[in-house]
């Protein structure tokens, strides 16, 4: 089945030390995107992707990376930069934005902990 | 409805009944619209989408209503059932210049649906 497939379901970070998160979408989308959650609110976005190899920063974009090598693929680092880093990572991915706007379809979520 | 705050908004109803959820957006300017649900530990899922020049769209035992004038969307859910219980979140998006695709979320509203 088509879909978004994030991976792991659960990370633990230690102190100091960079994870990345993996998303992968088989929808053949063009965009992709990264947002936090937190306890009781909405999401927020980090980095968007419109095309391979360009990417964009969204609103809490300070502590994280991206990468944008293959149209399936959109990697997530959070680095040591990022201090609060607990929180629940979603991907989404869209076949585009505007005029046509199409809505975002979700993957199932990393819960990123410290240790 | 959407609120500010870290406190999200509960609606309870009894299975069977009507259920409505508001959400006031922000920008005069947003042209698309989406609602999403999500349960616990999982990606939000799309629900019903509608664009700015309409201002009802009808799905599968939902309803979103959009009045421009007071910049209020809502969530019309027929016969609710155990399974409609969860967190239902609007998105907007904001027409023109660098904002291809991305949607700023509202906080959400938990709907429980009593058997």
């Known amino acids: 089945d088509g879909g978004i497939t994030q991976s792991p379901k659960y990370l633990f970070r230690k102190e100091g030390q960079n994870v990345t998160l993996s998303c992968e979408q088989n929808?053949?989308?063009?965009?992709m995107y990264w947002y936090r959650q937190d306890p009781g609110q909405g999401l927020r976005l980090i980095y968007y992707?419109?095309?391979?190899?360009?990417?964009q920063k969204g609103d809490i974009a300070e502590g994280y990376s991206v990468s944008r090598e293959k149209k399936e693929s959109f990697p997530l680092t959070v680095t040591s930069a990022q201090k609060n880093p607990t929180a629940f990572y979603l991907c989404?991915?869209?076949?585009?934005?505007?005029?046509?706007?199409?809505?975002?379809?979700f993957g199932d979520g990393t819960r990123l902990s410290i240790l | 409805g959407e609120s500010v705050g870290l406190h999200l908004p509960t609606l309870s109803v009894q299975e069977g009944d009507n259920s409505i959820i508001n959400c006031a957006y922000s920008?005069?300017?947003?042209?698309?619209f989406i609602w999403y649900k999500q349960e616990s530990g999982k990606g939000p899922q799309f629900i019903i989408d509608?664009?700015?020049?309409?201002d009802k769209r009808q799905g599968q035992r939902v309803t979103v209503l959009l009045n421009k004038t007071v910049k209020h969307l809502s969530l019309q859910i027929a016969a609710t059932q155990p399974g409609d219980s969860a967190v239902y979140f609007c998105?907007?998006?904001?027409?023109?210049?660098?904002?291809?695709?991305?949607?700023?979320f509202g906080q959400g509203t938990i709907l429980t649906v009593h058997p």
């Open positions: 509608i664009r700015s020049n309409m």
């Open positions: 998105a907007e998006n904001i027409a023109g210049g660098t904002s291809y695709g991305k949607l700023t």
């Open positions: 989404a991915s869209s076949t585009g934005g505007p005029p046509n706007n199409q809505p975002q379809h």
């Open positions: 929808l053949n989308h063009d965009a």
């Open positions: 992707s419109q095309i391979v190899n360009d990417f």
């Open positions: 920008n005069s300017a947003s042209d698309y």
